[in-house]
């Protein structure tokens, strides 16, 4: 099961790689050519401007088409417009840029690499499930880590999504509003650390002996597999030669 939950990942980060790729090109060329048109566009509503100024009393026919096309509010309401196209497709190539990331499909397997690149990554494609969390970055200066970065991503995704889980969970009581904590630190020229906090209820000892058994799941028939961070201590501590621990206490 652990075979093909992995072949799994590996087949969806290929899939992530090629729509990243497909909608890229796209995107640019739209994101290019709006800048050319808000310019066209700045020049023609300029131009107007000149013939109302210079021409303020206008024939009864023209004046008639004016008034159905409400031209103030037009000379208004499109650059508007266009500017926030400009930024939503770059707000999409921003996603698209972190599924690539993400992925790391098109890049060898192991190689040195900015371990808060793939963080920033990440957290940009769960920004729709952290709408109501916080969170908060302490990262500290490190150097770039020899790693398989794409399932090294897939950690930092399973590790955040359960802190999302956490803290989303209508059972649990919490005070203090919603907050997910990163602190990244350099132990010595060996070893990073990179710690995921929440302040969510915890869990009980017996849930946290049992986090990184196969198939061991807290969530509702259907919500979970119990594969995320089983598989995430198998990347970490097998693929990396690194260690993998929570620390928990229930509230």
Known sequence: MQLVQSEKMSSLGQLVAGVAHEINNPVNFIHGNLVHVQRDVKSLLDYIQMCQARYPELSDDIQLDEDDIDIEFVQEDLPKILTSMRTGTQRIREIVLSLRTFSRMDEAEIKKVDVHEGIESTLLLLQHRLAAISVRRDYDALPLVECAAGHLNQVFMNSLLNAIDALTNPKASRLEPAQITIR????????????????????????????????????????????????????????????????????
């Open 184 to 251: 990244t630190s350099t132990l010595d020229e060996d070893w990073i650390q990179v710690e995921i906090a929440d302040n969510g209820s915890g869990m009980t000892e017996a849930v946290r002996a049992r986090l990184f058994e196969p198939f061991f799941t807290t969530k509702p028939v259907g919500k979970g597999t119990g594969m995320g961070m089983s598989l995430s201590y198998q990347i970490v501590t097998d693929q990396h030669r690194g260690k993998l621990a929570c620390f928990s206490t229930l509230d």
